[in-house]
């Protein structure tokens, strides 16, 4: 069946630090990807999509390229700032998530 | 617009005792769903809709009911509380399987 991986944490970085999330994923078909954001008590919230193969997902500095050939939606930020700090989901569009990565950003 | 609502926000639980927790919405979508978040565990399908008077088991079923007899409300039903549903209980809705899912606030469940 269907199923996502996700690159587990903890990742603890310093701010201005290079952000790699990888993200793999099974599927039949050619199924939407997504990332999602979790602030601390708070519901998950989409960070960005991207619905066919090689679409690039953007937003607040992040991006994710859909791979159809490896599979993968890694999620990247070139410079995480402290408002970063949060545990981050890769998601397929059947309603499968992967475990989450939880995100730190030190100043 | 309010979104996705759930009540309660927390809730404590003795093993046995059954209970309903809230989810509604109000962007007329026709994908309702429901899941449990447990550390580690990432997100884990409970049931889900995709539309009024459908519904359908994800991942995780055993121990909950749902039904959706209105395109607004969505509730989920524990009949009998055990330790193990000791939880942080989501509820979400998407106009279709291709788009974003809207989540609610959360319910922390605890059963003691």
């Known amino acids: 069946g269907d199923s996502v991986t996700q690159m587990e944490g903890p990742v603890t970085l310093s701010e201005e630090a290079f952000l790699t999330i990888n993200c793999t994923y099974t599927a039949t078909g050619y199924p939407s990807l997504f990332w999602y954001v979790q602030y601390p008590g708070e519901g998950l919230q989409l960070l960005l999509k991207a619905t066919k193969a090689d679409d690039k997902g953007s937003n607040k500095g992040f991006e994710a390229t859909y791979r159809k050939e490896t599979t993968s939606f890694h999620l990247e930020k070139g410079s995480v700032q402290v408002s970063d700090s949060a545990v981050y989901f890769c998601a397929l569009g059947d309603m499968r998530f992967g475990a989450g990565t939880r995100l730190t950003v030190k100043p | 617009n309010a979104g996705v609502t759930q009540t309660p926000k927390f809730q404590v639980l003795k093993t046995g005792q059954s209970m309903t927790l809230q989810c509604a919405q109000d962007m007329n979508h026709e994908y309702m769903s429901w899941y449990r978040q447990d550390p580690g565990m990432g997100l884990r399908l409970i049931h889900y809709?995709?539309?009024?008077?459908?519904?359908d088991q994800g991942e995780v079923p055993n121990g909950y009911n749902v039904s959706r007899s209105t395109t607004e409300d969505f509730p989920l039903r524990l009949l009998s509380a055990a330790p193990s549903q000791t939880s942080v209980y989501f509820c979400?809705?998407?106009?279709?399987?291709?788009?974003?899912?809207?989540f609610g606030p959360g319910t922390r469940l605890t059963v003691t």
């Open positions: 809709s995709v539309g009024a008077g459908i519904t």
């Open positions: 979400a809705s998407s106009p279709g399987p291709r788009y974003e899912q809207y």
